[in-house]
């Protein structure tokens, strides 16, 4: 059996149990978000300004991968919001059968919004379908705007990018024109919507975009 | 068997790669450095500014690991030094036997530093070694004070943790007592070196890092 056959049985098998996800999903009435970036580009600041924003008109659960430490579920708790911590222990990524696993600690028939913050990694987390209705990935201003064509396969499985940090645009190289072209490159299709969590500015049209796909 | 034994198999077969690896670095007299971050730290920043205050005096090749595009073996191509690009193709990490297979497009006994600039990924080139003698970590100071808690393998088998964009530290959210805390709790023999390639401030404990590693 070679290494590339055992990468496909388990690529197939978590499309299996990420189908079931779905289903889940649907059953309940829930939009899922799969929320991906490298580490450090806001996926847990977003998720607070997001939760701050909409907590008391829709019920949000969460769920939080993290390589180690329940560090960003703790953030997430203070919101008063049901939080479930995957730890991976050294796993690059989070796997369907981790999310289904974490789902049993939910009551789903009472949440509208569940988002899952994926370990942060540009590469690995692409592969790993959970079984969510869109794939965020978010983008920092301060990790330059060469990403989408350096790490594509992200970009190209992902529905939205978030391009937060934008208060930090005077003090970087960062050319808007230049990330979204190359974005648009290898993903036509990809929305894009520029935020920043510490200002504020932008997160209306996120907030707006949530909205529109409940 | 299973997929663990594989894994297993795998990092295994790497680590006698590597060895071969460093019995070629040393037969050479050759100091290497496998240069490890997230995407968008810096790795390209600091090896641009490494070689333009060191290429008069030592002899340096650059092995570039992306998942695509030769973009950073482009950047370094214009210092006119010997660089190979690796393209991982979706690959979240740089094994031995691709950068034994680079190696063949070198005259290693010409050089005296072999810098590898691995695939943008905080997690899984933690456990490829690739026969260098030094691991570096880099973290910006854009990316949280909370990293080496968060993704402690990396940390733990580094040697050196570089915080670039020091430069940036008056606006984001960044303690330095914090991240070197973190760290020290995870690996208490990790050298660290703040600088800024932007503005070249600290650049100099860098430069004679590697000067006494030589």
Not at 122 to 127: D, I, K, S, T
Request: glycine share 6%.
């Amino acid at each position: 059996m070679s290494i590339v056959t055992v990468e496909r049985k388990i690529l197939k098998k978590n499309d299996e149990i990420a189908a079931e996800n779905r289903q889940i999903f649907k059953k309940n009435k829930l939009f899922t978000i799969n929320l991906l970036s490298s580490p450090g580009s806001g996926k847990t600041s977003l998720l607070e300004k997001t939760i701050e924003q909409l907590n008391n008109s829709i019920k949000i659960g969460v769920v939080e991968g993290d390589v180690q430490t329940d560090n960003d579920a703790q953030r997430i708790a203070k919101y008063n919001v049901p939080v479930v911590q995957i730890v991976t222990n050294g796993g690059c990524h989070l796997e369907a059968k981790l999310v289904q696993n974490a789902l049993e600690n939910f009551d789903l028939s009472t949440l509208e919004l569940l988002v899952i913050e994926n370990v942060g990694n540009l590469v690995c987390p692409a592969n790993y379908d959970l079984g969510e209705d869109k794939k965020i990935v978010m983008l920092s201003t301060t990790e330059g705007d060469d990403k989408p064509s350096k790490y594509p396969p992200m970009f190209r499985v992902s529905d939205v990018m978030v391009i937060n940090k934008t208060d930090l645009l005077e003090y970087v190289d960062f050319d808007m024109n230049r990330v979204r072209e190359h974005a648009h490159t290898i993903n036509p299709n990809l929305e894009i919507i520029e935020l920043s969590c510490k200002t504020g500015e932008g997160l209306d049209v996120w907030i707006d975009w949530i909205r529109d796909n409940l």
